[in-house]
């Protein structure tokens, strides 16, 4: 995720709060204890009075009960007969009718993967995924991984002036290169699937007027054009006995000796892990660089024992996740926290705030990669749903701060007080990560 989220929220642009709170966002008085849905610059502040005063707090102009304490938000996600992920991928904006005819007219179809499914479709359909995330396909793709964040790394610390982006230079590409490969896309394509990645992102997540959407909606057709390419030329190649070696190929091979699995429900499986698979991973990337540069003592921890990294990696999704908030929809009348949720009521459970519980987590606005609990987050959810690629994503991360320590253990942040996180409402993505390797000033 990178600075199209920012672009995703008009208010950015315009100065105003989509949501009319009654401190600020974008100037415009808040009330809720300064909590602002769409303001990820800094919202723990936000998040630890929503836990101390009103962990369970409906927001009228969102309209969505706001969770916020540990205990609450992984007893919601582990409960899924009543707490339903239907909404999980509901746009946050209705589409407006010029979008909505240019989607329908250009056969967009596309439904979740599998975070928005619910049982027993849910559970038939994971079960026939999870069977491609193995061991073995994750220990194939980590030599190229390596190669490309070594090549990188190499580009951008040739930079004259010893200034880069880590986020545009490095974390951008190691993702999203290693996601399309896995679907069998050649790197080639990159910049055209972020463009469409982009769409996705503002589409569901943003809060656009009907005309910005209709960019966006003629984006979305082309990806879920380009997934159901993708499953017609799997079949071809499985018709033609060629091999196509990888997930869509894959899937497609077990349909034909009957795995219960659709096209549609394939080119789905596409058009989720496209977006999911590369653009939360560039943010836990380029978060973990962020937060280890921002604390020098636990870079440094690093350089000297870099066995210590897949803690550093846990501590920086508890510290500082790529996903702060998802949404779940009550199927019945229930209760959150001692808080009455009527049927049908949308809720937004906040994993970004619990995972600062002082009661899970001693000291927990203080950056530990020597946390002992730290792996306790719920930045990949809990329950059933809980995040299918999250190993592929850790490795990713420890490979490139492998790298890096080894390339470049003097990198340092630049302004680091000024780095700015894009309006979204469950998304924190940092628009920069600007760095330095040159002498001190």
Not at 250 to 262: F, P, R, Y
Not at 280 to 287: A, H, K, M, Q, V
């Amino acid at each position: 995720m990178t600075a199209q989220f920012a672009l995703a929220h008009p208010a950015a642009a315009t100065g105003q709060c989509p949501v009319a709170h009654g401190a600020s966002e974008h100037g415009v008085p808040t009330k809720n204890h300064g909590y602002a849905p769409f303001a990820m610059t800094d919202p723990f502040p936000s998040y630890a009075a929503l836990r101390e005063n009103e962990p369970v707090m409906f927001d009228e102009e969102l309209g969505y009960f706001i969770v916020s304490r540990y205990d609450d938000v992984k007893a919601t996600f582990d409960n899924w007969q009543v707490f339903s992920s239907e909404n999980a991928q509901a746009p946050v904006r209705p589409r407006g009718a010029a979008a909505t005819t240019i989607m329908n007219d250009g056969g967009f179809t596309a439904y979740s993967g599998l975070s928005a499914r619910i049982p027993p479709e849910h559970t038939r359909l994971r079960a026939i995924v999870q069977k491609e995330f193995t061991p073995r396909r994750y220990k194939k793709l980590e030599p190229t991984i390596r190669e490309n964040t070594a090549r990188l790394l190499t580009q951008m610390l040739s930079h004259p002036d010893a200034r880069g982006d880590f986020l545009k230079d490095v974390a951008v590409d190691i993702p999203t290169i290693t996601i399309l490969g896995l679907l069998g896309v050649g790197p080639e394509m990159v910049a055209t699937y972020k463009k469409w990645s982009d769409s996705r992102a503002a589409m569901t997540w943003g809060d656009l007027t009907d005309d910005e959407q209709i960019p966006h909606a003629h984006n979305l057709v082309d990806y879920w054009t380009e997934c159901l390419r993708l499953v017609k030329n799997a079949h071809d190649q499985l018709e033609n006995n060629e091999n196509g070696d990888n997930l869509v190929f894959d899937l497609v091979q077990a349909q034909s000796t009957g795995s219960e699995i659709s096209d549609h429900e394939i080119a789905s499986v596409c058009y989720s892990l496209l977006f999911a698979g590369h653009e939360t991973t560039t943010t836990l990337i380029s978060n973990t660089i962020r937060e280890l540069l921002a604390h020098p003592a636990e870079w440094q921890k690093l350089i000297d024992d870099p066995s210590r990294i897949p803690t550093a990696i846990d501590e920086t999704l508890r510290f500082s996740p790529s996903i702060v908030g998802w949404r779940r929809k009550a199927l019945e009348d229930t209760e959150i926290g001692g808080v009455k949720i009527p049927a049908g009521s949308n809720i937004l459970l906040l994993m970004g705030s619990a995972n600062r519980d002082p009661g899970t987590f001693e000291q927990p606005e203080t950056f530990d990669i020597n946390r002992v609990n730290a792996r306790n987050h719920l930045s990949f959810g809990f329950g059933i749903h809980y995040c299918l690629g999250n190993m592929l994503a850790k490795m990713q991360d420890k490979i490139v701060v492998e790298e890096t320590l080894k390339a470049a253990p003097g990198l340092r942040l630049i302004d680091t007080e000024k780095i700015e996180f894009g309006d979204n409402l469950s998304f924190r993505a940092p628009t920069s990560v600007p760095v330095t390797w040159g002498e001190n000033k």
